[in-house]
């Protein structure tokens, strides 16, 4: 097994951490690192809270989840649900002092469907924006779209004079090697704005005094420093070094309840991890098999299916925090859910499916999987690769820090991966994002399906039905068509769901948070005493 981290030296960790402290200054730690100020770079949900205090979109969620207006004060649809009306808030300013208005839109919505933006599916590829007045703009579609504004409360508006002005007009990928300025700087109209951001060491975040709408947190500033080391972060957050930790380790949450002066917040997260493996490639990228792709036999992916102990994962590695999942969305945003049943584990059917295919002795392959993203996820990975083994199937697994994994594993790198372990809460809270963004075939040219399908699965009759679940507006029958294409997709295994895991945030007793579920941590509801 190989471990790719980059470990950060204490002495940096504890200077970050022992800067002078203002009355209401709130210090958090992730395990994992903000890369890039690039509200395109990276569709993740931590960097995406991150940059969820300094960019707003259109719209935004509230406290339940709820959509409601940001940027757009109101909307209107046409009767035939081809034309969009946003009418845009006036009086707001991007933290530089420039007005935000219907240019700022029309130019976010041509970058983040560009080359190298991880964001495209959040607009149609095919959407028109048109310039009404400086404080209205028309969307019109191909098609009806009943749920194209659900996920735009991540897609977040830049000010196109400022990106002109420092060549910032294209967005950053992922597996880009030299920072661009919008990886480097920001300018939004959100509640904060980025005071000074050292990758891999700290950003600092202050309040925005022109902020348009009236402020509900208590802080003059947020610290984030990111700490790889899970007994590092518990332990800053139990000596008082940091207010705030995601996660907290499974094995320490007892610990940390039983102190003092921290808690741990914990809720079901909507977030479902599972696993890639490539089925587009005629020959695998790592692997002993040549000439052929052992994925393109559905007999193989039902084996890799089988073969993992997902209950054994539950209570081993996950100490009871997650609950195994039938299928690529978590039970509580699918109402139909519960007509659909895990596979049981079955190695010796797992064994018997492989040989069937033409590999008795099994095969080996390399795997990929971040090592400070989704909670134990290296452990996870390590749980599979024993019992792929018992299988007969050698995996060589690669374990390294998320920025490294997305840039190799996710589009900007290339897919380059054979099978890798992904985790994704739908940005709709709908089940057509999962089957689109990630079931979906991504051969077509120019469109954005699939654009999170790390393993390539292709099934056009599973396209065809998700492309009318997404002009159906009638709420029965499209669950109908949902249902139908989890159907043809769990028949097919082209993916392997695990679970939805636990949220377990540790915050100081001294802060009050909003815990949604779907994991993002946004500071602009907190108060500290």
């Not at 210090?27 to 395109?40: E, F």
């Not at 997305?406 to 991966?417: C, L, R, V």
Request: one cysteine or more; hydrophobic letters at 40%.
């Amino acid at each position: 097994m190989i471990r790719n981290r980059v470990l950060i030296p204490a002495s940096i960790i504890l200077a970050a951490l022992s800067t002078p402290t203002l009355a209401a200054s709130l210090r958090y730690a992730n395990q994992g690192d903000l890369k890039s100020l690039d509200p395109y770079t990276l569709n993740e949900t931590t960097t995406n809270a991150h940059l969820g205090h300094v960019y707003e979109g259109l719209t935004r969620r509230g406290k339940d989840l709820a959509v409601k207006p940001a940027l757009a004060e109101r909307w209107e649809i046409s009767d035939d649900g081809l034309t969009w009306r946003f009418f845009l808030r006036k009086g707001v300013k991007f933290h530089n002092g420039n007005d935000f208005n219907a240019e700022d839109v029309i130019f976010s919505a041509t970058r983040v469907r560009a080359q190298g933006s991880n964001f495209t599916t959040r607009v149609p590829t095919t959407a028109e924006f048109v310039k009404v007045d400086d404080h209205t703009i028309d969307v019109k579609l191909k098609s009806p779209n009943p749920i194209l504004n659900s996920q735009w409360d991540t897609w977040y508006i830049m000010d196109k004079e400022w990106a002109e002005a420092n060549n910032a007009t294209a967005p950053t990928p992922a597996a880009a090697t030299t920072p661009s300025f919008s990886s480097l700087n920001a300018n939004g109209t959100g509640p904060f704005r980025i005071e000074s951001h050292q990758a891999g060491i700290k950003t600092v975040f202050k309040p925005n005094p022109g902020w348009w709408d009236k402020p509900e947190h208590n802080l003059d500033e947020i610290v984030f420093t990111p700490i790889a080391s899970d007994a590092t972060r518990v332990a800053a957050l139990l000596s008082g070094e940091v207010d705030v930790i995601e996660p907290v380790p499974v094995q320490d949450i007892a610990r940390v309840n039983s102190s003092p002066n921290a808690q741990v917040l914990t809720g079901p997260e909507l977030r479902t991890i599972f696993i890639n493996m490539d089925s587009a490639r005629d020959e695998l990228l790592f692997s002993n098999v040549k000439g052929k792709n052992p994925f393109k036999d559905v007999r193989v992916r039902e084996a890799f299916f089988k073969a993992i102990d997902i209950n054994l994962i539950r209570d081993r590695v996950m100490r009871g925090l997650s609950t195994p999942s039938a299928l690529m969305i978590a039970p509580e945003l699918f109402v139909h859910s519960k007509d659909f049943e895990r596979p049981k584990y079955d190695l010796e059917g797992a064994k018997k499916l492989l040989a069937d295919a033409g590999y008795p002795n099994g095969f080996e392959v390399g795997m990929d999987c971040p090592n400070d993203r989704y909670v134990n996820d290296e452990a996870i990975c390590q749980a599979v690769v024993s019992m792929l083994a018992r299988a007969g199937v050698k995996v060589n697994l690669t374990a390294q820090p998320k920025a490294l994994y997305f840039g190799k594993a996710g589009k900007s790198g290339g897919y380059t991966t054979s099978v890798s372990l992904l985790g994704w809460t739908p940005g709709t809270f709908d089940s057509h994002n999962v089957l689109y963004d990630v079931m979906g075939c991504r051969d077509a040219p120019g469109s954005s399906r699939g654009e999170t399908n790390y393993g390539g699965y292709c099934n056009k009759d599973l396209d065809a039905v998700t492309d009318q679940i997404l002009v159906e507006t009638d709420p029965e029958k499209r669950n109908q068509l949902i249902k139908r294409a989890f159907e043809i997709a769990t028949k097919d295994y082209g993916h392997i769901p695990l679970h939805q895991q636990a949220l377990a945030w540790g915050v100081s007793k001294k802060v009050k948070l909003v815990q949604r579920a779907d994991n993002q941590l946004l500071f602009y509801w907190a108060k500290k005493d």
